[in-house]
């Protein structure tokens, strides 16, 4: 019996130790075989973020190109003819009229032009349609006086179509650059504080801005444009501001114009108004989520109570009718 638990005892400690020394060859051999999974897979997120990014652009560059290659043309020869004829200009057109253009992203004289010649066609057609439509095709019963002042109010919509487009296409420009303003400063930052002239920082956001808001990136090429060509680059700043219209926005102008005025450091600047950018969108951000409930209790009251109550009540007054009737 001794023999035999001294052969066991030997046999245990055996494997033991060959599991011991299995175990540390393992823990000092399979580093060696191991794969850097890390670095490959930053590598293909980083290739495939490039792919995406060029899909985009080029996305953004056909979109942009399909939606303004008619308004950045020459005006068509009718609608100079009919606007020059009749000296609309001086009548409907004034300063604010093309800086609304411009901030809607529609630069150039065609849109000036079309959106003169909508201002006087549509009321036209608007009228004309109206009144077919009440005297010929519905042939109210109704004065003339009335069919009259329910087609001039047609015509009142008419002509203030063109300024409500407008006006909604500079709000859907300003709230795209709103979003992407504090981001973009953020890129403008890096790139001062890493020496980099403005003219090129500007380029540089524009090109990695792009896919969050393509309104963004085209002014910004326009601004950095401008300060090539312009005698003084305090106009290009400002021609910036104007074309954006948001208070963000004109705080960097001020700073920018400063720094270029006196020589200050820019980069500190950049930093409290990239902050304070950021601040305000998140504030923005919780004051429409406090604004949610308000906006809910009319659609829940209208759609949601009435279906609750049919839940709730409906089967008890199906039950009583099965009992009394």
Known sequence: MNFVDLGNSNLFVVTLTLLAVSGTVYALLMPLFERDELKNRMKSVALERDKIRTRERNRLAIQKEAEHVSLRSNPKESMREFVDKYDLKKFLSSDQVVRNLKRAGYRGASPLYTYLTLQIVLPV???????????????????????????????????????????????????????????????????????????????????????????????????????????????????????????????????LTQAEKYGTPIGYALRVLSDESRRERMQEAERKAAALPPKLTVPMMLFFLPVLFIVLVGPVVIQAMSTFF
């Open 125 to 255: 057609a608007f009228f004309s349609f109206s009144f077919l439509y009440l005297s010929v095709i519905l042939k109210i019963d109704m004065p003339v006086v009335g069919v009259l002042g329910i087609c001039i109010l047609i015509a009142a919509i008419g002509f203030l179509g063109p300024r409500i487009f407008i006006q909604n296409q500079i709000q859907k420009r300003q709230e795209s650059i709103q979003l992407a303003w504090p981001d973009a400063m953020d890129l403008m930052l890096i790139c001062v504080e890493s020496g980099v002239s403005i003219e090129a920082a500007f380029k540089k956001v524009a090109e990695e801005v792009g896919a969050q808001s393509a309104a963004l990136a085209e002014e910004l090429v326009l601004a950095n444009a401008e300060l090539s060509y312009l005698d003084e680059r305090k106009k290009a700043y400002q021609n910036l501001s104007e074309r954006i219209g948001l208070d963000s926005v004109k705080n960097v102008v001020v700073a």
